[in-house]
Nanobody
């Protein structure tokens, strides 16, 4: 069974940077595309970014494009989200998710890590 564990969240001033990480275990990491999603209080879950199994292909949500960078370290089975120029509206719980190749849905999720950007 795939297990995902996020860490690295915290509180950071507006305009600052933060990197959150996700560890993967329980299967072959390179068989999965990885994604980051977030959910703010009272709002629906929002797509943030995804990275292909090789790490070459990436996609971003409109609200984070040009500020956030997703990456992965395949030998270490880890996924990262570098967040720059943080804004108060980036405040949310950030979730790591895994999507097995050939399947459309993200079928494994972490427990989330909280990021707070005070206004």
């Amino acid at each position: 069974q795939v297990q995902l564990v996020e860490f690295g969240g915290g509180s950071v001033q507006a305009g600052g940077s933060l990197r959150i990480s996700c560890t993967f275990s329980g299967d072959t990491f390179t068989n999965y595309a990885m994604g980051w999603f977030r959910q703010a209080p009272g709002r629906e879950r929002e797509f943030v970014a995804t990275v292909s199994s090789s790490g070459v292909g990436t996609m971003y949500g409109d609200s984070v494009r040009d500020r956030f960078t997703i990456s992965r370290d395949n030998p270490e089975s880890m996924t990262f989200l570098q967040m720059n120029s943080l804004k108060p509206e980036d405040t949310a719980v950030y979730y790591c998710a895994a999507r097995r190749l050939g399947i459309d849905e993200y079928n494994f999720w972490g427990q989330g890590t909280e990021v707070t950007v005070p206004s």
